[in-house]
């Protein structure tokens, strides 16, 4: 069983920056891959990024390549997503998840999910 606290969210403007924490419960927070979804209102949660057990490799939808980056801590069991150059279309309910599938990118391949986390993005 794992647990997934996500943290950081908020408002910023266009063009600013932040940074997401995913804090996991459990000693086996190493085992697992960890990835990023979002889901603004109306729409289906979609994959932002993720990251395999060791860190040494990630993946990232095509819309935030380049400006986010997703990273991992295993001594703290806690994942990140710093996210850059933000847009008013990265606003959305931002979730961590886990899964035992390596660099999962479909929400049905993920066992635990965090609560979600708010960004806004205004201009």
């Known amino acids: 069983q794992v647990e997934l606290v996500e943290s950081g969210g908020g408002l910023v403007q266009t063009g600013g920056s932040l940074r997401l924490s995913c804090a996991a419960s459990g000693r086996t927070f190493s085992s697992y891959s960890m990835g990023w979804f979002r889901q603004a209102p109306g729409k289906e949660r979609d994959f932002v990024a993720g990251?395999?057990?060791?860190?040494?490799?990630?993946n990232y939808a095509a819309y935030v390549k380049g400006r986010f980056t997703i990273s991992r801590d295993n001594a703290k069991n806690t994942a990140y997503l710093q996210m850059s150059s933000l847009k008013a279309e990265d606003t959305a309910v931002y979730y961590c998840?886990?899964?035992?599938?390596?660099?999962?990118?479909?929400?049905?391949?993920?066992?635990?999910w965090g609560q979600g986390t708010q960004v806004t993005v205004s201009s």
């Open positions: 990251i395999g057990w060791g860190g040494g490799s990630t």
């Open positions: 998840a886990a899964s035992t599938i390596y660099l999962a990118t479909r929400p049905l391949h993920y066992t635990y």
